[in-house]
């Protein structure tokens, strides 16, 4: 199957998932999207206290592999059963999501450009960038609302591995970004990635 793979990474709380969003918003069924967050690997053998320590911000955390398979699944026209994360319990839950095939796949994660087996299959990559304390602010909102954190928690966990795994693992892919855009509520950046889809899609058909 034809299929062009986009692929969106940045820092936490950058707007990767609003830019992403949108762009499903507009497109709907017309393309897919996988997260990289989904494919955190499973840790029913690790006690809760535990799994808050684990460095989420690390690779080393990431099923990749299983999102590669998946990926090249998608690309040969085959449905996926994307796994589930739950971010109460620093889990993978026991829900999976099937994700059909299109001619457009977004990636989206803060790794998603880090590394190379995966990079390599990305068409178009894209990065998104904010202040590091408008990140930090909206993280704190997100996992607060969304996610069922305390404060303490998440000021922990950024601290000791959300900020300096960004430095060593994330904020390098910026480089090897074709589009690095600031928030994802760049219009002008929507509107580039939308009209290349609308491209693509037009031309496929």
Same mark, same amino acid.
């Given at each position: 199957m034809d299929c062009t793979i986009i692929g969106v990474a940045g820092g936490t709380?950058?707007?990767?998932?609003?830019?992403?969003?949108? %762009?499903k918003?507009?497109?709907?069924d017309g393309i897919s999207v996988i997260y990289y967050d989904n494919y955190y690997k499973c840790q029913n053998d690790i006690p809760l206290e !535990?799994?808050?320590?684990?460095? =989420? $911000?690390?690779? $080393?955390?990431?099923?990749?592999?299983?999102?590669?398979?998946?990926?090249?699944?998608?690309?040969?026209? !085959?449905?996926? @059963?994307?796994p589930v994360y739950d971010y109460t319990v620093h889990n993978r839950s $026991?829900?999976?999501?099937?994700?059909?095939?299109?001619?457009?796949?977004?990636?989206e994660g803060i790794l998603a450009l880090a590394d190379e087996r995966l990079r390599s299959l990305i068409d178009i990559k894209v990065y998104v960038e904010a202040d590091a304390d408008e990140r930090i602010l909206r993280r704190v909102v997100r996992d607060?609302? @969304?996610?069922?954190?305390d404060v303490e928690d998440i000021m922990r966990q950024y601290l000791t591995t959300?900020?300096?795994?960004? =430095?060593?693992?994330? !904020?390098?892919?910026? =480089? %090897?970004?074709d589009i690095?855009?600031?928030?994802?509520?760049? $219009?002008?950046?929507?509107?580039l990635i939308k009209g290349k889809i609308e491209q693509?899609?037009?031309t496929i058909s």
């Open positions: 709380g950058s707007g990767k998932s609003t830019f992403t969003n949108r %762009l918003a507009c497109f709907k !535990e799994r808050k320590k684990v460095n =989420y $911000d690390s690779p $080393d955390s990431l099923e990749t592999e299983l999102l590669i398979e998946h990926i090249q699944k998608l690309k040969n026209g !085959e449905s996926v @059963e994307c $026991d829900k999976t999501i099937t994700i059909e095939p299109s001619r457009v796949l977004i990636v607060v609302k @969304e996610r069922g954190r959300v900020k300096p795994m960004h =430095y060593v693992y994330v !904020e390098p892919t910026k =480089y %090897l970004a690095v855009i600031n928030s994802g509520m760049n $219009d002008v950046a929507f509107e693509l899609l037009s």
